[in-house]
């Protein structure tokens, strides 16, 4: 049977999911060289908040199989992709399940790092808007999550391995070229995603990153000078 090649996955959401696999990686190695690291380490976390924020708002008016409301699983999808009877574009059930999980953690990780501190040196963008207390608490919760992403990137990994080994469905040339080898032949291409939404996407990332950064709040008085 011949197949037909259809456009899946736009390039926006071909550049979210590759910037940040190149930026976890790079928190990571920032996180745990520590020192001076630290401040790239949170510059890189600020790029995972835009980064984030942009693909929730892509999950709403990106393209077809870019969309929450065409990818998020319902029991039933779930169901049917258990037993083998999904067929569809895009996410299947189970990836859609990792893909969620997966924003959740690093979204988690983002947040929790803008208001932590490292106990020397460094200091998260907003750390200025809560105690002290606040700041070491979320600072604790941003290292036990550690665990959690390193788990699911493996399981995320291992299911494209398994995928291209035993499936023999390459789910990595689709997220590269865009375009996915099909049986369909009325398989319908992704719609929609044009420049007007991304040029609200990028807006949105905008303001969110300049509330990340903290720009908004007021730097600290000058010490008074000491008289002569």
């Known amino acids: 049977m011949s197949k037909t090649r259809v456009r899946v996955w736009d390039l926006p959401t071909r550049l979210f999911h590759w910037l940040l696999a190149a930026l976890a990686v790079a928190a990571y190695v920032t996180g745990q060289l520590g020192g001076s690291y630290m401040e790239w380490h949170g510059r890189v976390g600020i790029a995972i908040v835009g980064l984030l924020s942009f693909r929730l708002v892509w999950g709403v008016i990106g393209s077809t199989y870019a969309r929450f409301s065409d990818f998020v699983p319902g029991p039933a999808h779930l169901w049917a992709h258990l037993r083998g009877h999904w067929s569809g574009l895009g996410h299947n059930p189970l990836g859609a399940l990792s893909v969620i999980a997966l924003l959740g953690v690093m979204l988690y990780q983002a947040v929790t790092g803008l ?12 750390r200025a808007l809560v105690s002290s207390d606040t700041s070491n608490w979320l600072s604790g919760l941003h290292r036990q999550n550690y665990w959690p992403i390193i788990i699911l990137v493996g399981l995320h990994v291992g299911a494209v391995l398994f995928y291209a080994l035993v499936k023999k469905d390459n789910l990595v040339g689709p ?14 291409p992704a719609q929609g995603g044009g420049v007007v939404a991304l040029l609200i996407a990028l807006a949105i990332t905008a303001g969110v990153l300049y509330l990340a950064t903290g720009s908004f709040i007021e730097p600290p008085p000058p010490p008074p000078v000491a008289p002569w």
């Open 175 to 188: 997220m590269i070229t865009g375009h996915k080898d099909v049986d369909e032949a009325d398989a319908k």
């Open 115 to 126: 208001f932590s501190n490292d106990e020397i040196a460094f200091s998260g963008p907003l």
